[in-house]
């Protein structure tokens, strides 16, 4: 289980580095494989990832100044994948969405699910030692 998880979580690393080039070089790329979308799914979308961006800022910021400890990588992911499923839904109500267009977040909730496990993996891992690592 362990080694799916991580080849999942590298397939969604390539697919961000493949998205990141493309765009870079003019061509828009959008979860999972889609070139093309309609005006009004990309401005869904943008409102989903601004949405997203402005939660995952906030939650940094109320753990800064109320001087939490760091959050590791991964879970700053995966609240971003809960904070992106909680746009999209909110959004694809208010901007009267079809649900046939929302087949991406059965992705976002797959990754989702499958971070969290790999979290708890590290948790359960370093519970033992002394030194506990923070895994930035």
């Known amino acids: 289980m362990v ?3 991580k080849i ?3 397939a969604l690393f390539l697919w961000l580095c493949v998205a990141i080039t493309v765009n870079v070089l ?3 790329l959008y979860f999972p494989l889609n070139i ?9 979308r943008l409102n989903a990832v ?4 402005g939660c995952l800022l906030a939650l940094i910021f109320f753990r800064y100044l109320f001087e939490f400890r760091p959050m590791p990588s991964l879970v700053i992911v995966f609240w971003y994948a809960v904070f992106f499923f909680i746009g999209s839904i909110i959004y694809a109500i208010k901007l009267d969405i079809d649900t046939n267009k929302l087949y991406f977040l ?3 909730v797959v990754f989702g699910i499958l971070i969290q496990l ?6 359960r891992e370093s519970l033992g030692s002394l030194y506990k690592r923070d895994h930035f």
């Open 3 to 5: 080694s799916f998880r």
């Open 8 to 10: 999942c979580l590298a």
């Open 26 to 28: 003019g061509l828009n």
């Open 36 to 44: 093309s979308v309609t005006p009004e799914e990309e401005l869904y």
């Open 50 to 53: 601004r949405f997203a961006v």
């Open 106 to 108: 059965i992705g976002v």
């Open 118 to 123: 790999e979290i708890r993996q590290k948790k």
